[in-house]
Nanobody, 115 residues
Framework: QVQLVESGGGLVQAGGSLRLSCAAS????????MGWYRQAPGKQRDLVAG???????NYTDSVKGRFTISRDDAKTTVHLQMDSLKPEDTAVYYC?????????WGQGTQVTVSS
């Protein structure tokens, strides 16, 4: 079992920045991959960025060069630095931890980018 708590969402103007954090607790030593996903109203939940146990990062094309995923040394918190935000980045952002036994999700945090 892994528990995830997201924070850092909010309202920002286009071009601004936000930093999301996902604090993990529980069996974090079993986590193979942690990712940030987002879901806009009426749309499916999609991967934004992720990081593997050994630190390999991946990003969806629309955020490359603008978003950066990072992790603290203890591997208990994953951050998503979001720069040059656009209105189309507006969504609920979710953190997910993937283990061999399944996936665990956080409760989500709202990000709203105004034009």
């Amino acid at each position: 079992q892994v528990q995830l708590v997201e924070s850092g969402g909010g309202l920002v103007q286009a071009g601004g920045s936000l930093r999301l954090s996902c604090a993990a607790s529980g069996s974090i030593f079993l986590v193979n991959y942690m990712g940030w996903y987002r879901q806009a109203p009426g749309k499916q939940r999609d991967l934004v960025a992720g990081i593997t146990r050994i630190g390999i990062r991946n990003y969806t094309d629309s955020v490359k060069g603008r978003f950066t995923i990072s992790r603290d040394d203890a591997k208990t918190t994953v951050h998503l630095q979001m720069d040059s935000l656009k209105p189309e980045d507006t969504a609920v952002y979710y953190c997910k931890a993937s283990l061999r036994g399944g996936d665990f999700w956080g409760q989500g945090t709202q990000v709203t980018v105004s034009s």
